[in-house]
C-alpha cells in the first residue's frame, strides 16, 4: 500500500503523480472501514481526498504554507497523511484523535474549527500577523495561507464578513470554495479545466500585466484603456464562471474546476502560488464519493454512527427517537390547529428531528443554512407579525446568536420558542459541539422563560406551555433517545404554570434542587438512600425537587428551600452563572446574613471545555452517573468530616 510508506507530510512529495489516484483509493477505504466502527463525518470527508492529497503536494505546510479546514470536519484524509495514522482508529473516541481539527493535536492543525465560517477570517488574521512578524525580523514572507471552506458555509455571515475584509486588504491568501451540492455552478468538464489552466498560467499572467502597463502609459486615454481592457476580461471570465460577486469582493475568481481531478488541481495549485493577491478557487466535488451508500444519500452520511460497511446500513437502528424528534413529532399535532405555528433551523433538519414536520408542512418550515444570527432575528420578525415561531437548533451553535437573542427576541419581549437540543453532554463531537454553557449565557436574559424537562412527557408538556407564556422561551433537552411512542392529543396535555416546580420527595431540611433529566436517577438514588436511612438512628431523610424552570425561579421554592440544613443543586452545565449560582444569590437576597448559614453545594460539570468521548462516558467522568450521584450525595450530607461552610451574602 503506497499509505504505508506516509508516515509525515514530507514523505507525500515523494510520490509518483501516476500513484496519486491509487492513494485516494487507499485514503478512502481506510475513512470508510474506521468510521463504520466509530461513527463519524463520513461524507464530507471523502469529498475532499483528491483535493488534500493535492495541497499537501503542491504547497508546503513544513516551512511557511498553512491549511485551515473550515468547520473541519471534512479532514479525515488530511489526520491521515500528517502523521495521525497510527491512532486514527480512535478518533472520536475518548482519548483518541478528534473529530475536528485541533492545535493541541497537531502542529499541522493550524487553527482550530468546529463551527462553520471561521477559516476565511482566521486566514486573513494569520496572513496578516505572518506580514508583521517577518517584516520585524526582516525574513520574506513567501508562504501562502489556505483556508478550505464548503457552499453551505460561505453563506454564512462571518464567512462573507471575512471575504468582505480580506478583499479590501489585498492580502495574498487561498480561499477554496468546496462546492460539493453543485449549488453555485455546473460548468465543470475538459473546456472549464482547460481555460482556468489557461487563466492562471505564467503566460496569461505575464501577457495580462506587460498588458495593463501599456496600456497606462498611452497619453491622456492610457487609464481608461487599461480599465476598459480589466472590465473586458472581467466580462470574459463571468460569461462562463459565477465569480462576478467574488471578483467584486476584491478576489481574482478561478473556476469552477473538478476538485476530484489530482492533476488540474495541482497544475492550478502551481500556477495561484504566483499569484500575490487574494484568490478564490472554485471546486466541485461529490459528497460522500467513492462509497455508494454515502454517495446516495449524502445527508444520512453527513454525520453517522456505526454501520456495515458493506451495506451501509446503522448498526443500531432502534425503535428509539430523540427527544428532538419528540418535541418536533409533537409540535406538528399543535401545528395542525394552529396554523400560525411555523418551524426554524439553521442547516440542522435531520439532526434536530425536523424533517417529519418539514414533509407536513413545506410552507411553514424554514431551513436559513448556516445563519444562526439571522434565524433569531427571521424569528422575531415573524413574531413580530403575528406568528408564532419554533427555532430548532443545537446548544453549541445557540451561542453565535446571542446578540440577537438579547436584542432582538427578548428585549422585544416577542414569543419565539427556542428548541435547543444537544445540551449538556454532546458526546462524540467533543470540545467544539458540548452544549454546556447556555444556562450560563441564556440565565441573566430578562424576559426570557428558560426551561428544562426531566422526561419526555414533561417536555410535550413544555412545548404546548411555550405558546400560553405569549413571550420568549427556551426549552433545553439533552442529546437523549427513549422508546418511540404515540403522540398525545394536545387537549389532554396540562399546561404548566410559569415557575412552577414539582415536589419528588417531601423534605425541606436537607434537599436537592435538580434541574434535567438526571432528575430521575436522582429519585431513584434518593429513594433507596431513604429507605436505607430510616431505621438509622440519627440519618435523615433528603428531599428531592424538579425545578423545571431556570427563569423564572418562583418565590414559592425559595420560601421551600431558605431554611434548609444543606442544599445541593444538580445541573448538566457549567457551574459559573448557572442555576445553582442562580439559586444561591436567590437565597442571599431573600436571608439575613445571621440566618444564612446552611452549607450548599453545586453538583455541575464544572469549569472547563469537555472533550469528546461518548455522552455516558463523558456524563460518568464529570460525575453524573449512579455511582458518582451516590458517592457525592453521601459525601455532602453524611460525611463524617468536616465540611466547608460557606456563607453567601447579597453583597457576593
Same mark, same amino acid.
Given at each position: 500500500?503506497?499509505?504505508?510508506?506516509?508516515?509525515?507530510?514530507?514523505?507525500?512529495?515523494?510520490?509518483?503523480?501516476?500513484?496519486?489516484?491509487?492513494?485516494?483509493?487507499?485514503?478512502?477505504?481506510?475513512?470508510?472501514?474506521?468510521?463504520?466502527?466509530?461513527?463519524?463525518?463520513?461524507?464530507?470527508?471523502?469529498?475532499?481526498?483528491?483535493?488534500?492529497?493535492?495541497?499537501?503536494?503542491?504547497?508546503?505546510?513544513?516551512?511557511? /504554507?498553512?491549511?485551515?479546514? /473550515?468547520?473541519?470536519?471534512?479532514?479525515?484524509?488530511?489526520?491521515?497523511?500528517?502523521?495521525?495514522?497510527?491512532?486514527?482508529?480512535?478518533?472520536?473516541?475518548?482519548?483518541?484523535?478528534?473529530?475536528?481539527?485541533?492545535?493541541?493535536?497537531?502542529?499541522?492543525?493550524?487553527?482550530?474549527?468546529?463551527?462553520?465560517?471561521?477559516?476565511?477570517?482566521?486566514?486573513?488574521?494569520?496572513?496578516?500577523?505572518?506580514?508583521?512578524?517577518?517584516?520585524?525580523?526582516?525574513?520574506?514572507?513567501?508562504?501562502?495561507?489556505?483556508?478550505?471552506?464548503?457552499?453551505?458555509?460561505?453563506?454564512?455571515?462571518?464567512?462573507? =464578513?471575512?471575504?468582505?475584509?480580506?478583499?479590501?486588504?489585498?492580502?495574498?491568501?487561498?480561499?477554496?470554495?468546496?462546492? $460539493?451540492?453543485?449549488?453555485?455552478?455546473?460548468?465543470?468538464?475538459?473546456?472549464?479545466?482547460?481555460?482556468?489552466?489557461?487563466?492562471?498560467?505564467?503566460?496569461?499572467?505575464?501577457?495580462?500585466?506587460?498588458?495593463?502597463?501599456?496600456?497606462?502609459?498611452?497619453?491622456?486615454?492610457? &487609464?481608461?484603456?487599461?480599465?476598459?481592457?480589466?472590465?473586458? =476580461?472581467?466580462?470574459?471570465?463571468?460569461?462562463?464562471?459565477?465569480?462576478?460577486?467574488?471578483?467584486?469582493?476584491?478576489?481574482?475568481?478561478?473556476?469552477?474546476?473538478?476538485?476530484?481531478?489530482?492533476?488540474?488541481?495541482?497544475?492550478?495549485?502551481?500556477?495561484?502560488?504566483?499569484?500575490?493577491?487574494? *484568490?478564490?478557487?472554485?471546486?466541485?466535488?461529490?459528497?460522500?464519493?467513492?462509497?455508494?451508500?454515502?454517495?446516495?444519500?449524502?445527508?444520512?452520511?453527513?454525520? *453517522?454512527?456505526?454501520?456495515?460497511?458493506?451495506?451501509?446500513?446503522?448498526?443500531?437502528?432502534?425503535?428509539?427517537?430523540?427527544?428532538?424528534?419528540?418535541?418536533? $413529532?409533537?409540535?406538528?399535532?399543535?401545528?395542525?390547529?394552529?396554523?400560525?405555528?411555523?418551524? *426554524?433551523?439553521?442547516?440542522?433538519?435531520?439532526?434536530?428531528?425536523?424533517?417529519?414536520?418539514?414533509?407536513?408542512?413545506?410552507?411553514?418550515?424554514?431551513?436559513?443554512?448556516?445563519?444562526?444570527?439571522?434565524?433569531?432575528?427571521?424569528?422575531?420578525?415573524?413574531?413580530?407579525?403575528?406568528?408564532?415561531?419554533?427555532?430548532?437548533?443545537?446548544?453549541?451553535?445557540?451561542?453565535?446568536?446571542?446578540?440577537?437573542?438579547?436584542?432582538?427576541?427578548?428585549?422585544?419581549?416577542?414569543?419565539?420558542?427556542?428548541?435547543?437540543?444537544?445540551?449538556? *453532554?454532546?458526546?462524540?463531537?467533543?470540545?467544539?459541539?458540548?452544549?454546556?454553557?447556555?444556562?450560563?449565557?441564556?440565565?441573566?436574559?430578562?424576559?426570557?422563560?428558560?426551561?428544562?424537562?426531566?422526561?419526555?412527557?414533561? &417536555?410535550?408538556?413544555?412545548?404546548?406551555?411555550?405558546?400560553?407564556?405569549?413571550?420568549?422561551?427556551?426549552? !433545553?433537552?439533552?442529546?437523549?433517545?427513549?422508546?418511540?411512542?404515540?403522540?398525545?392529543?394536545?387537549?389532554?396535555?396540562?399546561? +404548566?404554570?410559569?415557575?412552577?416546580?414539582?415536589? &419528588?420527595?417531601?423534605?425541606?431540611?436537607?434537599?436537592?434542587?435538580?434541574?434535567?433529566?438526571?432528575?430521575?436517577?436522582?429519585?431513584?438514588?434518593?429513594?433507596?438512600? $431513604?429507605?436505607?436511612?430510616?431505621?438509622?438512628?440519627?440519618?435523615?431523610? +433528603?428531599?428531592?425537587?424538579?425545578?423545571?424552570?431556570?427563569?423564572?425561579?418562583?418565590?414559592?421554592?425559595?420560601?421551600?428551600?431558605?431554611?434548609?440544613?444543606?442544599?445541593?443543586?444538580?445541573?448538566?452545565?457549567?457551574?459559573?452563572?448557572?442555576?445553582?449560582?442562580?439559586?444561591?444569590?436567590?437565597?442571599?437576597?431573600? &436571608?439575613?446574613?445571621?440566618?444564612?448559614?446552611?452549607?450548599?453545594?453545586?453538583?455541575?460539570?464544572?469549569?472547563?471545555?469537555?472533550?469528546?468521548?461518548?455522552?455516558? =462516558?463523558?456524563?460518568?467522568?464529570?460525575?453524573?452517573?449512579?455511582?458518582?450521584?451516590?458517592?457525592? +450525595?453521601?459525601?455532602?450530607?453524611?460525611?463524617?468530616?468536616?465540611?466547608?461552610?460557606? !456563607?453567601?451574602?447579597?453583597?457576593?
Amino acid at each position: 500500500m503506497i499509505l504505508d510508506n506516509i508516515n509525515d507530510v514530507k514523505d507525500i512529495k515523494k510520490i509518483n503523480p501516476e500513484d496519486l489516484n491509487l492513494l485516494a483509493k487507499e485514503l478512502r477505504k481506510e475513512i470508510i472501514s474506521v468510521c463504520s466502527k466509530n461513527g463519524g463525518h463520513l461524507a464530507s470527508s471523502l469529498g475532499v481526498v483528491e483535493l488534500t492529497i493535492a495541497i499537501l503536494k503542491s504547497f508546503d505546510i513544513e516551512k511557511n /504554507d498553512k491549511i485551515i479546514w /473550515d468547520v473541519g470536519h471534512q479532514s479525515y484524509a488530511y489526520k491521515l497523511l500528517t502523521g495521525r495514522r497510527d491512532k486514527f482508529n480512535s478518533i472520536r473516541k475518548l482519548g483518541g484523535l478528534s473529530g475536528f481539527p485541533s492545535i493541541n493535536e497537531s502542529k499541522y492543525d493550524f487553527f482550530g474549527t468546529g463551527h462553520a465560517g471561521t477559516s476565511i477570517s482566521a486566514a486573513l488574521g494569520m496572513a496578516i500577523a505572518d506580514d508583521i512578524i517577518k517584516k520585524n525580523l526582516n525574513l520574506n514572507n513567501d508562504g501562502r495561507i489556505i483556508a478550505v471552506i464548503g457552499d453551505a458555509s460561505i453563506s454564512n455571515g462571518l464567512a462573507l =464578513e471575512g471575504l468582505n475584509h480580506a478583499g479590501a486588504m489585498k492580502k495574498d491568501i487561498i480561499v477554496i470554495l468546496n462546492d $460539493n451540492e453543485m449549488s453555485i455552478s455546473k460548468s465543470v468538464g475538459a473546456f472549464s479545466n482547460y481555460l482556468n489552466k489557461i487563466l492562471t498560467g505564467e503566460i496569461y499572467i505575464k501577457l495580462r500585466n506587460e498588458t495593463e502597463k501599456f496600456l497606462k502609459s498611452i497619453p491622456l486615454f492610457g &487609464l481608461q484603456f487599461a480599465k476598459l481592457a480589466s472590465k473586458t =476580461e472581467e466580462l470574459f471570465k463571468n460569461m462562463i464562471g459565477p465569480g462576478i460577486i467574488f471578483e467584486e469582493l476584491g478576489f481574482t475568481y478561478i473556476g469552477p474546476i473538478d476538485g476530484h481531478n489530482i492533476e488540474y488541481l495541482a497544475d492550478t495549485f502551481e500556477n495561484i502560488k504566483k499569484i500575490k493577491k487574494p *484568490i478564490l478557487l472554485h471546486i466541485i466535488t461529490q459528497k460522500g464519493k467513492g462509497y455508494k451508500p454515502s454517495e446516495k444519500n449524502p445527508s444520512l452520511f453527513h454525520g *453517522i454512527s456505526a454501520f456495515d460497511e458493506n451495506t451501509g446500513i446503522m448498526l443500531k437502528k432502534t425503535g428509539n427517537i430523540t427527544l428532538g424528534e419528540t418535541a418536533s $413529532n409533537f409540535l406538528i399535532k399543535l401545528a395542525k390547529n394552529n396554523k400560525n405555528i411555523i418551524a *426554524i433551523t439553521a442547516a440542522m433538519t435531520e439532526g434536530t428531528g425536523l424533517a417529519n414536520f418539514a414533509k407536513l408542512f413545506p410552507e411553514r418550515f424554514f431551513d436559513v443554512g448556516i445563519q444562526e444570527e439571522h434565524a433569531v432575528t427571521f424569528s422575531a420578525g415573524a413574531a413580530a407579525n403575528g406568528l408564532k415561531p419554533f427555532f430548532f437548533i443545537y446548544s453549541t451553535f445557540l451561542q453565535r446568536s446571542l446578540d440577537q437573542i438579547i436584542h432582538d427576541v427578548c428585549l422585544q419581549n416577542l414569543p419565539v420558542v427556542f428548541c435547543i437540543d444537544r445540551a449538556g *453532554i454532546a458526546g462524540e463531537d467533543g470540545v467544539t459541539h458540548q452544549g454546556i454553557f447556555d444556562l450560563s449565557f441564556l440565565g441573566y436574559i430578562p424576559n426570557l422563560v428558560i426551561m428544562c424537562p426531566k422526561d419526555a412527557d414533561e &417536555l410535550i408538556r413544555m412545548v404546548k406551555s411555550s405558546i400560553s407564556y405569549n413571550k420568549p422561551v427556551a426549552i !433545553r433537552y439533552p442529546k437523549s433517545e427513549i422508546p418511540y411512542f404515540e403522540m398525545p392529543d394536545p387537549d389532554n396535555i396540562a399546561i +404548566i404554570q410559569e415557575g412552577e416546580f414539582e415536589t &419528588l420527595i417531601d423534605n425541606f431540611e436537607y434537599i436537592i434542587v435538580s434541574i434535567g433529566i438526571q432528575t430521575a436517577m436522582l429519585e431513584k438514588i434518593l429513594n433507596e438512600i $431513604n429507605t436505607d436511612n430510616k431505621n438509622v438512628s440519627g440519618m435523615k431523610s +433528603i428531599g428531592l425537587i424538579n425545578a423545571r424552570f431556570v427563569s423564572p425561579i418562583s418565590e414559592n421554592l425559595i420560601n421551600k428551600i431558605k431554611y434548609a440544613k444543606k442544599i445541593m443543586t444538580v445541573e448538566e452545565n457549567v457551574e459559573f452563572s448557572g442555576f445553582g449560582s442562580k439559586i444561591i444569590t436567590l437565597l442571599s437576597d431573600n &436571608l439575613s446574613n445571621d440566618v444564612l448559614n446552611f452549607k450548599y453545594k453545586i453538583v455541575s460539570l464544572g469549569n472547563n471545555f469537555i472533550e469528546h468521548g461518548s455522552r455516558k =462516558e463523558m456524563l460518568s467522568l464529570s460525575g453524573f452517573s449512579e455511582q458518582g450521584f451516590k458517592i457525592m +450525595i453521601n459525601e455532602f450530607f453524611f460525611s463524617k468530616k468536616k465540611l466547608i461552610d460557606i !456563607r453567601y451574602s447579597a453583597n457576593l
